[in-house]
């Protein structure tokens, strides 16, 4: 199984961004997927997080700029970025909980994608 994340960029504060993470492989059936970012020298953070059927969950620094969605159909999760502040700069990734077969699950990793906001 292999998760691709693309869209990130530069953009000047206030800009908006959209993150995609295609799932790709040997899939079942995918759990819960999420976005999760790293900024230098700080841990890797939870940014939002979404269920199978949809339920959301947001770090408190984003609610209310960031929107995860997904489409099942096309095992690919979003992440669209509104108001953007600096101090959202980061190393972007996706994660997936796939069901590589019925009662086997993993959780996947995309590659990472920067996301650079200037002010």
């Known amino acids: 199984v292999q998760l691709q994340a693309s869209g990130g960029g530069l953009v000047q504060a206030g800009g908006s961004l959209r993150l995609s993470c295609a799932a790709s492989?040997?899939?079942?059936?995918?759990?819960?997927m999420g976005w999760y970012r790293q900024a230098p020298g700080k841990q890797r953070d939870l940014v939002a997080g979404i269920t199978s059927i949809g339920s959301t969950n947001y770090a408190d620094s984003v609610k209310g700029r960031f929107t995860i969605s997904r489409d099942n159909a096309k095992n690919t999760v979003y992440l669209q970025m509104n108001s953007l502040k600096p101090e959202d700069t980061a190393v972007y990734y996706c994660?997936?909980?796939?069901?590589?077969?019925?009662?086997?699950?993993?959780?996947?990793w995309g590659q990472g994608t920067q996301v650079t906001v200037s002010s």
């Open positions: 492989g040997s899939i079942f059936s995918i759990d819960a």
């Open positions: 994660n997936a909980d796939v069901f590589v077969r019925r009662g086997a699950l993993y959780k996947y």
